[in-house]
């Protein structure tokens, strides 16, 4: 129960783009900040972009800012992640969430619901 999976992983080359989308079932998350976090193997679960609940504020990990950018749609239960200008250090599993509060946290304890992750892959 939370968000569905994020959807919209592959493949692509270093300098390609990708868009991932999460919808939420069986719960509305229009109130819930949602964020999007990725996991490398052998690495910790790390913030990528996160967005409140009506999407007016948005932030970014510094890696990303300027290539990828998040949205919502709240009548469609949806957030989105278009990633742009991608590079090998990119490739990881996406996760999107949503947070516990209206707000969108950089860290993944202030998230209750999560999605299976979604396999992105850069190749240089």
């Known amino acids: 129960d939370g968000p569905a999976a994020g959807v919209g992983g592959g493949s692509v080359q270093a300098g390609g783009s990708l868009s991932l989308s999460c919808r939420a079932s069986?719960?509305?998350?229009?109130?819930?900040?949602m964020g999007w976090f990725r996991q490398a193997p052998g690495k910790e679960r790390e913030f990528v972009a996160g967005?409140?609940?009506?999407?007016?504020?948005?932030y970014y990990t510094d890696s990303v800012k300027g290539r990828f950018t998040i949205s919502r749609d709240n009548a469609k239960n949806t957030a989105y992640l278009q990633m742009n200008s991608l590079k090998p250090e990119d490739t990881s599993v996406y996760y999107c969430?949503?947070?516990?509060?209206?707000?969108?946290?950089?860290?993944?304890?202030?998230?209750?619901?999560w999605g299976k992750g979604t396999q992105v892959t850069v190749s240089s």
């Open positions: 969430a949503a947070a516990l509060s209206s707000m969108a946290p950089v860290s993944p304890s202030g998230y209750r619901y």
């Open positions: 967005i409140n609940w009506r999407g007016g504020s948005t």
């Open positions: 069986g719960r509305t998350v229009s109130n819930n900040g």
